[in-house]
């Protein structure tokens, strides 16, 4: 590779090290490693996806497919809800020979591309801070995928969209009157979304995150596994492959939307501390990158891609601790899932290309 092209090292190192300690739990809470073999598969087919995206994709070609790449994802997304693999009530994964691919965790990483064209002609047109119309506009890009996404159904992948296209919007700046209004809106649609879109189901997570003890030996008994297992860890944790919440059945989902209960027993507070610092300084590092960025559509769009990473972070550590409703958000290169793994390597493919020149 030229050196306009040289990979930055930093980013991956973090990355890396991050899906190291995933792989590490998967090991640790399986005798017989089915989730650890499966998802390192998942790494080494990552790799080869991120190098040869590096390696042959330019920022322009980026910029220039992003659009068609955001049709074809929604073309994908409604071909789910036609063709789509059913599993726990939900229709999420297209079947493509013996793999089943999970389109909406692409469908972010197309939707974060094209929003940095959006966010690029906004400023161009010097509509920043955005104001009503400018935010219409924004959340009109959102809300296809959203909904598609919503009736698989599938609340919590949904409600990224909606906060990525938030979260570049806080950044290009609102006007105060936005904000107030918005704050407004909030509250009518949250009623309107509780009486009319939220299935029973979901709701019954909401009332579990508000009072977990009440439904303890039902929907809440996921929080209070995962605030056992996680206080159980202590200072130090039980060790590897000692997490008995986990390996015992006790903890639910404990190789998914749980893995980090998983960590936290094995580790502990040092090693939960060690694990958020290394998130820490991945999205501190993905923010660097953005600043050095040579324009508005790389700028926009790597905070976007990097905005994935966060909120699936923060939303899946606040569910496992009990301060946000559990809402089946994977955590970034820990939980096990192939579509979540390889849209990863994609995201931070982007990202490396974004952040140098051609």
Same mark, same amino acid.
């Given at each position: ?156 992948? %949904?409600?990224? &969209?909606?906060?990525? !296209? #938030?979260?570049?919007?806080?950044? $290009?700046?609102?006007?105060? =009157?936005?904000?107030? +209004? ?83 027993? %094995?580790?502990? &507070?040092?090693?939960? !501390? #060690?694990?958020?610092?290394?998130? $820490?300084?991945?999205?501190? =590092?993905?923010?660097? +990158? ?69």
């Amino acid at each position: 590779m030229s050196k306009k092209r040289r990979v930055d090292w930093t980013i991956l190192i973090f990355f890396w090290i991050i899906s190291a300690l995933g792989l590490l739990t998967l090991a640790g809470i399986d005798r017989s490693l089915f989730f650890f073999k499966r998802q390192l598969i998942w790494h080494c087919i990552g790799i080869i996806a991120l190098t040869l995206t590096v390696s042959t994709v330019t920022q322009k070609q980026l910029k220039e497919w992003s659009p068609i790449i955001y049709v074809v994802m929604l073309g994908a997304l409604l071909l789910v809800l036609l063709v789509g693999k059913s599993s726990k009530g939900a229709q999420r994964w297209l079947a493509i020979g013996p793999f089943r691919l999970q389109p909406s965790e692409f469908a972010k990483v197309s939707f974060a591309l094209t929003m940095g064209s959006v966010f690029e002609w906004l400023t161009e047109k010097e509509r920043i801070p955005l104001g009503f119309t400018e935010v219409i506009i924004v959340l009109a890009m959102a809300f296809p995928m959203f909904g598609l996404v919503l009736i698989q159904p599938d609340l919590g992948t %949904s409600m990224i &969209f909606i906060l990525m !296209a #938030l979260t570049a919007s806080v950044v $290009a700046g609102l006007r105060k =009157r936005v904000i107030i +209004l918005g704050l407004v809106a909030a509250v009518a649609v949250s009623y309107f979304g509780w009486t009319h879109v939220l299935k029973e189901y979901q709701k019954n997570r909401i009332r579990a995150f508000l009072n977990p003890k009440k439904y303890k030996t039902t929907i809440g008994y996921h929080v209070i596994q995962s605030r056992i297992a996680i206080g159980s860890g202590r200072l130090t944790g039980k060790g590897y492959m000692k997490a008995t919440q986990a390996k015992l059945g006790f903890m639910p989902e404990k190789h998914t939307d749980f893995i980090f209960s998983s960590f936290a027993e %094995s580790w502990g &507070f040092l090693g939960s !501390a #060690l694990l958020i610092m290394m998130y $820490a300084l991945f999205f501190t =590092r993905i923010g660097d +990158l953005a600043k050095k960025a040579k324009g508005l559509y790389e700028f926009y769009s790597i905070i976007e891609l990097g905005s994935i990473f966060f909120w699936h972070a923060f939303i899946n550590l606040g569910m496992t601790m009990g301060i946000l409703p559990v809402v089946g958000v994977p955590l970034p290169l820990m939980s096990y899932g192939g579509s979540a793994v390889l849209a990863s390597y994609l995201n931070v493919a982007c990202i490396l290309i974004l952040s140098k020149g051609d």
